[in-house]
Structure formats: C-alpha cells, structure tokens
C-alpha cells in the first residue's frame, strides 16, 4: 500500500471537491465537515452539516414516531454527528484502494486471520485522519464558512462518534 499516494489522492480530492461544494453553497455556515468512511472498500464520502439542517432534523426526531430516544443530551449529541443524518452527506466520493488492491492486501495476510485484517482497516482508518489534519491547515479549509463549535472528524461506517474523536486525538498526539 503506498501510504503516499493516498495520501496526496485523497487531500487533493478533498480540497477540490469543498472547493466546488462552497461554490454551490456559497451562502452556507457549517458546525461540522466529515469523512464518512467505510473502511472495508477503501471508501471516503466527504459530508457537511448546517446547524438549521441539524434542527431541522432533531425536530422530526422528537416530535415523530420514534421520538424517545431523541431527548437526552448524548443522543441528540450523536444524532447531531451522525453522517447519515445530515443534509449535505456524501456529496462526493472516492475509493482511495481499488478492488483489486484491497483484494490482494486481504490474500496477502495470513488466512483466516481478521485480526490482521482489522489491524490493516485501522491504519487505513489513521491515515484518512491524517489526511485530514493536512486538510485543516489548507486555505481551503480556511475558507469554509464555520460556527464557532465547528468540527471536522472522521468516521468508519457504523463506528460510534466518541471512538472516531479518540482515534483522531490519538492521531493527532503522533502525527507531525
């Protein structure tokens, strides 16, 4: 896996992709932009929040028919960070590892051996992190309209938003 590659594939990606995103959507103010993952297909969906579009959402959330589990302050927290729940999710995509790549790195390892293959997603995991550490210092990052709790934050498909902001402390506390 050519950890440079990426690396440089999926910054640039991001940085023209906001780019063209802020120029549709001009008029905007985000408290939150994140690189919803799915780890196993080597898959990054770039997705941004407006706190209207958030309440919005909370609203239909705690006035409908699953309303419960939307009053406390934890769970309106994570619905507040769930990707999928966002309007501006997924607004573009790349696959930083083929098919073929992934498969190869998947019969490259020991058989039958998902620790490995866990292992192999986690790193993968750390360098979309690290990627958007560089990110975050881009004068396009610069330039996305912000609240003052703004976030950026990357999270695997399925993954609990507190372990994604402690493997991106994690990251952050070793990566120069």
Same mark, same amino acid.
């Given at each position: 896996?050519?950890?440079?590659?990426?690396?440089?594939? @999926?910054?640039?990606? +991001? =940085?023209?992709?906001? $780019?063209?995103? *802020? /120029?549709?959507?001009? %008029?905007? #103010?985000?408290?939150?932009?994140?690189?919803?993952?799915?780890?196993?297909?080597?898959?990054?969906? @770039?997705?941004?929040? +407006? =706190?209207?579009?958030? $309440?919005?959402? *909370? /609203?239909?959330?705690? %006035?409908? #028919?699953?309303?419960?589990?939307?009053?406390?302050?934890?769970?309106?927290?994570?619905?507040?960070?769930?990707?999928?729940?966002? =309007?501006?999710?997924?607004?573009?995509?790349?696959?930083?590892?083929?098919?073929? #790549?992934?498969?190869?790195?998947?019969?490259?390892?020991?058989?039958?051996?998902?620790?490995?293959?866990?292992?192999?997603?986690?790193?993968?995991?750390?360098?979309?992190?690290?990627?958007?550490?560089?990110?975050?210092?881009?004068?396009?990052?610069?330039?996305?309209?912000?609240?003052?709790?703004?976030?950026?934050?990357?999270?695997?498909?399925?993954?609990?938003?507190?372990?994604?902001?402690?493997?991106?402390?994690?990251?952050?506390?070793?990566?120069?």
């Amino acid at each position: 896996m050519d950890t440079i590659k990426i690396k440089k594939q @999926l910054l640039d990606f +991001t =940085e023209n992709a906001v $780019e063209d995103f *802020l /120029k549709k959507h001009s %008029t905007l #103010e985000f408290y939150s932009f994140a690189y919803d993952c799915n780890a196993e297909y080597a898959e990054v969906n @770039l997705c941004f929040n +407006t =706190e209207a579009e958030f $309440e919005k959402t *909370l /609203k239909h959330y705690q %006035t409908g #028919e699953y309303s419960r589990p939307y009053q406390s302050e934890d769970d309106i927290k994570e619905l507040k960070y769930n990707t999928g729940d966002w =309007e501006y999710q997924c607004f573009d995509t790349i696959n930083v590892l083929t098919e073929d #790549e992934l498969t190869k790195i998947f019969n490259d390892l020991p058989e039958d051996d998902y620790k490995s293959w866990n292992e192999f997603l986690e790193s993968l995991l750390a360098i979309f992190c690290e990627v958007l550490l560089d990110f975050s210092k881009t004068e396009t990052f610069k330039r996305i309209p912000k609240t003052g709790n703004f976030l950026a934050f990357c999270i695997d498909h399925d993954e609990d938003f507190e372990n994604a902001i402690e493997r991106l402390e994690n990251v952050k506390e070793n990566y120069s």
